[in-house]
């Protein structure tokens, strides 16, 4: 995970593993183990913790080397998936007349967003509503700022 992950996740940076495995030994030996032992504690307590932090921290922001596909696979399923879903706005032109076919896109293409924004939180384990009307809402403002910008070009 990167630093700025964290930040925003609200972790606390930690020392080097060093200091951390320091610490700990001193707490144990402050308990009463001896010196070889609470270095011992310290060591095998850090590395579970170390393991299981990355673990979680992982899980939580979803980014698990388990996981994760070839960014090959990626790259293809996403191309493949931009193409399938771009035909949609362009597909009831080639059916209807040209002012029904405007309606009908741009109304297919606002529920295409939201239904991609839902499947979104699928992976990113949010709320499937919350997550279907932001991709809407932000689809349908760059969409109208496109159309915007076509209007303001003279041709």
Known sequence: MTEK?????????????EEEREKL??????????????????????????????????????LTSEESWPPIKAGILTGL?????SIIPVLPF????????????????????????????IFT???WIRSGLEMMAIGTLAAAATYAIGLAIPV
């Open 5 to 17: 992950e964290s930040e925003r996740k609200g972790f606390r940076k930690k020392g080097a593993p």
């Open 25 to 62: 030994a001193r707490f144990y030996e402050a308990r009463g183990f001896k010196r070889q032992e609470a270095e011992a504690i310290a060591s095998r307590v850090a590395s579970d913790m170390e393991a299981r932090s990355e673990y979680t921290v992982g899980e939580e922001v979803g």
């Open 81 to 85: 998936s931009f193409a399938v879903v």
């Open 94 to 121: 080639a059916f209807m007349e040209v002012t029904p076919a405007a309606v009908t896109a741009v109304i297919a293409t606002i529920l295409t967003l939201f239904v991609v924004g839902a499947s979104k939180a």
């Open 125 to 127: 384990r949010k709320s």
